[in-house]
């Protein structure tokens, strides 16, 4: 189910943690704290915010502590007692306080609550930032994990891009850009990945990989005159996987191309 507002559902951004196994608790209620703490109006409400941020995100860095446990647990108490007095004094339906409940969310652990409460508000780009941060993943495309997402994609989906970018980047250009097509079009799967690799191994003239890329893209005709290439050569099981759409057959086809 959607937010009032037409944004992520809670369901949604809770899929960021399930993703990496390195999910980093302080880094994301640090950042959900940066964009919520600002857009609250009172100043005194807002310094009490700050105050309690900074606790509990020191306690995340430091969870061996139990001093640091304690202090988290009532800063949070009181903040969320502050704010409850302020909405029984507001009979309207915006008493002010959504922003502060937000925050309460966020450092009380709930930060997909949190980040559905605080999209409308803070804007859905500084919040995909701040999940896609705190996934500390290697080798890892940021950037195209954000477009991905941006574009609608689901976050395991625009996260398992994000890896293959970062792992294979040094393949070429025009097989990055194939992934993230791919990666859009919801169709880049393991099996993918492994044919594309195969193709960056291919070592490819630009005509060849012009080519391939086109081969990738399922133009009929060029596929249906590469299968018939490959027969003349005695390629036939080739052939009948490339007219089969087999993508590990492309880079043979590709490689037959005259330089």
């Given amino acids: 189910m959607e937010t009032k507002h037409g944004r992520h559902p809670a369901s949604w951004w809770a899929q960021f943690p399930e993703v990496s196994d390195r999910f980093d608790a302080a880094v994301v209620t640090e950042g959900l704290a940066d964009c919520i703490t600002p857009k609250i109006a009172s100043p005194l409400l807002r310094r009490e915010a700050e105050i309690a941020a900074e606790v509990v995100v020191r306690h995340l860095n430091k969870l061996s502590s139990p001093e640091l446990a304690e202090r988290a647990e009532k800063s949070i108490e009181r903040l969320v007692a502050t704010v409850e007095r302020l909405a029984e004094r507001h009979t309207g339906e915006d008493s002010g306080t959504t922003e502060v409940y937000a925050l309460c969310h966020a450092l009380q652990g709930r930060w997909a609550d949190a980040a559905a409460e605080a999209e409308p508000f803070v804007g859905t780009q500084p919040l995909l930032k701040v999940f896609v941060g705190a996934l500390h993943l290697e080798r890892f495309d940021t950037g195209l994990t954000v477009r991905l997402l941006r ?40 099996e993918t990945v492994e044919a594309l690799d195969r193709c960056a191994y291919a070592e490819l003239t630009p005509a060849q990989s012009k080519v391939a890329r086109r081969l990738l893209n399922g133009e009929e005709a060029l596929i249906d005159a590469s299968a018939s290439r490959l027969e003349t050569l005695g390629e036939q099981e080739a052939a009948a996987k490339l007219r089969e759409g087999d993508l590990n057959a492309v880079a043979l086809a590709a490689r037959l191309i005259p330089v």
């Avoid at 040094?170 to 990666?183: C, D, F, G, N, T």
């Fill in 151 to 190: 574009a609608g994609q689901d976050p395991g989906a625009a996260v398992q891009a994000g890896l293959v970018v970062g792992k294979y980047g040094w393949w070429p250009q025009w097989l990055l850009k194939i992934v993230s097509e791919r990666a859009i079009a919801g169709t880049l799967d393991n």
